[in-house]
């Protein structure tokens, strides 16, 4: 199974400053078909998981433009660039070039300062 | 617009069973794969079990093989979790899942304990 490793886990930011976070990979995310099947969802308090980020790098529909996502073969990561009150919650990486299982990252628990 | 609504969670002793449904609309459900994932309190995301689109593939994660099984209908667009001889830790939220479109249900919570 692949496994997803997150860092940091806990992330605490000032308002309006930017965070980022970590996702790697135990082995490379690159398909067969040529795509990268990594994703990000954001878990507000109390909500269901939210889809933000498929495919590295591509938002999803009503997803803030200061979310974005970036990377390639093992090493991802998730950036916000102005973080704002509405963005606590925990974030987590998902793999779906490898399945099953997809497998998930431990999480990483956004706070603001 | 994209609804998935999970249903038939609930408190079951250890060993007992449940069937969970999601009821989906706004999109061809027949269409796509779907998938359960679960929560357990407080911890992370642990994806659960996946029916291809007619039913032809199911895959499970190894803890909960052979206790359960995944099924759809899709004329009534639907998809359910049978789940036999529950355990403590099989306590969590349930979510009904389109991965490929990235929606997700509310979840059911279900809670195994004497």
């Known amino acids: 199974d692949v496994v997803m490793t997150q860092s940091p886990l806990s992330l605490p930011v000032t308002l309006g400053q930017a965070a980022s976070i970590s996702c790697k990979s135990s082995q490379s995310l690159v398909h067969s078909d040529g795509d990268t099947y990594l994703s990000w969802f954001q878990q507000r308090p109390g909500l269901s998981p939210r889809r933000l980020i498929y495919q590295v790098s591509n938002r999803d529909s009503g997803v803030p433009d200061r979310f974005s996502g970036s990377g390639s073969d093992t090493d991802f990561t998730l950036k916000i660039s102005r973080v704002e009150a509405e963005d606590v919650g925990v974030y987590y990486c998902?793999?779906?070039?490898?399945?099953?299982?997809?497998?998930f990252g431990q999480g990483t628990k956004l706070e603001i300062k | 617009e994209v609804q998935l609504v999970e249903s038939g969670g609930g408190l079951v002793q250890p060993g007992g069973s449940l069937r969970l449904s999601c009821a989906a609309s706004g999109f061809t459900f027949g269409d796509y794969w779907m998938t359960w994932v679960r929560q357990a309190p407080g911890k992370g995301l642990e994806w659960v079990a996946n029916i291809k689109q007619d039913e032809s593939q199911k895959f499970y994660v190894d803890s909960v093989k052979g206790r359960f099984t995944i099924s759809r209908d899709n004329a009534n667009n639907s998809l359910y979790l049978q789940m036999n001889s529950l355990r403590v830790e099989d306590t969590a939220v349930y979510y009904c899942?389109?991965?490929?479109?990235?929606?997700w249900g509310q979840g059911t919570l279900v809670a195994v304990s004497s």
């Open positions: 998902m793999q779906g070039s490898h399945w099953p299982p997809y497998t």
């Open positions: 899942v389109n991965v490929f479109s990235g929606h």
